[in-house]
């Protein structure tokens, strides 16, 4: 599935990238980041944040992609003043042809692009001091068959569709990620499609219908139920 993604340009002015062969956008082409500011910071970091944890704070992401996810959770990290141990997953990283292309046009724009660059350019397979505020590791794996590691206190599920990559959507994936997590943890996701809420129900989670950004009606975040209050 090696792929050179096309640039285009989402409806608020933010780049995303277009996968030809599962002929999908990697982020909302109403807007790629109001939708990972509205669903993956503001349903999943900034409620997985004002909750009392240890630090650091433990990600896992399945589809680093652009690195938007990140770059949005590192900027975040340093203006809360909480370190974040980010774990991300991508089977087919980008080329650096294209990730120098990406311009998300966040302040301050000069940090931003560095850090941009830097995410991409950060070694991969194992963990690697960003800097202050943020622990990156991320992994070329497979999430089918990768070992998930424990306690992560937040997911970010930004899979392709179920449409393209239904077998990342499965009952027995939400389960693996379950066991994965700590109690309490948040899994937050674009997708409200029925059948993927009932399999995070089945799979020890609690979910909710949240409202979704421009051109979405609803997401979902769902919460894993502590068993050890039962």
């Given at each position: 599935?090696?792929?050179?993604?096309?640039?285009?340009?989402?409806?608020?002015?933010?780049?995303?990238?277009?996968?030809?062969?599962l002929g999908e956008h990697y982020h909302s082409t109403h807007g790629a980041l109001q939708e990972s500011r509205h669903i993956f910071i503001g349903y999943g970091l900034?409620?997985?944040?004002?909750?009392?944890?240890?630090?650091?704070?433990?990600?896992?992401?399945?589809?680093?992609?652009?690195?938007?996810?990140?770059?949005?959770?590192?900027?975040?990290?340093?203006?809360?003043?909480?370190?974040?141990?980010?774990?991300?997953?991508?089977?087919?990283?980008?080329?650096?042809?294209?990730?120098?292309?990406?311009?998300?046009?966040?302040?301050?724009?000069?940090?931003?692009?560095?850090?941009?660059?830097?995410?991409?350019?950060?070694?991969?397979?194992?963990?690697?001091?960003?800097?202050?505020?943020?622990?990156?590791?991320?992994?070329?794996?497979?999430?089918?068959?990768?070992?998930l590691g424990q306690g992560y206190d937040l997911i970010y599920f930004d899979a392709f569709s179920p449409e393209a990559?239904?077998?990342?959507?499965?009952?027995?994936?939400?389960?693996?990620?379950?066991?994965?997590?700590?109690?309490?943890?948040?899994?937050?996701?674009?997708?409200?499609?029925?059948?993927?809420?009932?399999?995070?129900?089945?799979?020890?989670?609690?979910?909710?219908?949240?409202?979704?950004?421009?051109?979405?009606?609803?997401?979902?975040?769902?919460?894993?139920?502590?068993?050890?209050?039962?």
């Amino acid at each position: 599935m090696k792929h050179k993604p096309l640039l285009r340009m989402t409806e608020d002015g933010s780049p995303t990238l277009y996968h030809e062969a599962l002929g999908e956008h990697y982020h909302s082409t109403h807007g790629a980041l109001q939708e990972s500011r509205h669903i993956f910071i503001g349903y999943g970091l900034l409620p997985a944040l004002s909750e009392p944890r240890r630090e650091p704070l433990r990600v896992l992401e399945v589809g680093f992609g652009t690195g938007l996810n990140a770059l949005l959770t590192r900027l975040e990290a340093a203006r809360c003043g909480a370190p974040i141990d980010y774990t991300t997953l991508e089977l087919y990283p980008i080329e650096p042809e294209v990730y120098r292309l990406l311009n998300f046009d966040l302040e301050p724009r000069a940090e931003a692009a560095e850090l941009l660059l830097r995410l991409h350019q950060a070694p991969w397979d194992e963990p690697y001091p960003l800097d202050e505020w943020m622990t990156l590791h991320k992994r070329r794996a497979d999430l089918l068959s990768v070992e998930l590691g424990q306690g992560y206190d937040l997911i970010y599920f930004d899979a392709f569709s179920p449409e393209a990559q239904p077998e990342l959507w499965a009952e027995e994936v939400f389960a693996r990620l379950a066991e994965a997590s700590a109690p309490g943890a948040i899994l937050a996701t674009y997708c409200a499609k029925g059948e993927v809420r009932r399999r995070l129900q089945r799979s020890g989670f609690l979910v909710e219908r949240l409202p979704g950004p421009r051109g979405k009606r609803e997401v979902l975040r769902a919460r894993l139920v502590d068993r050890s209050e039962d």
